[in-house]
């Protein structure tokens, strides 16, 4: 008879702590589940003010309405390309018997003179040999690595020049040579 109680008591037990796990579960659920209608309500406000921004936007469009008008391209005119001569490195790989060899091109302003980068050649020389000489070819080998490579140059050639708006807008690889 004493076993029986003592059974009862171990199943009241465990009964409880079961209960207990269920309830914290099910009020996890409901607080994951509250906060995700929150956020998808919180989204579905975002994109409807974005459409109401767009319909009462007309800048963009001949016609000045979306219904009845086609979208205006942006046209960027192109500028002045400047060839800077060809350079070769050694890259700073660590068996140190890697070069690059490359053929560049830099883009101006149309509206500029194309020897406003006359007086700063030697220095932007300078600057492209000791910033293509301290990279390593597994930087430069992906297209990523070439990209960082532009915009660190564009950077870098605009400040130099320091004029109050960047002179170089882009710059164009002609010959990109890891060997």
């Not at 409880?16 to 269920?22: A, E, R």
């Not at 309500?41 to 003010?49: I, K, S």
């Not at 194309?114 to 000791?130: A, E, H, Q, R, T």
């Amino acid at each position: 008879m004493a076993d029986k109680e003592e059974k009862k008591e171990e199943k009241k037990s465990g009964g409880g702590l079961l209960t207990i796990i269920l309830l914290v579960l099910v009020v996890v659920s409901l607080g994951v589940g509250g906060f995700a209608v929150f956020k998808m309500m919180e989204m579905n406000d975002a994109l409807v003010t974005l459409q109401e921004q767009k319909a009462n936007d007309t800048s963009g469009v001949e016609g000045g309405s979306f219904a009845g008008g086609m979208p205006k391209p942006i046209v960027e005119t192109p500028g002045q390309q400047i060839d800077i001569e060809p350079l070769t490195v050694n890259l700073s790989d660590s068996d140190g018997t890697r070069y690059l060899r490359i053929k560049m091109k830099f883009e101006i302003p149309s509206d500029l003179s194309s020897d406003v980068l006359s007086p700063y050649m030697g220095v932007i020389k300078d600057l492209l040999i000791n910033v293509l000489s301290s990279k390593t070819s597994d930087q430069l080998r992906s297209p990523q690595g070439k990209y960082q490579l532009k915009e660190e140059l564009k950077y870098r050639v605009n400040d130099i020049v320091a004029q109050d708006s960047p002179v170089v807008r882009k710059i164009y690889f002609g010959e990109f040579i890891i060997q």
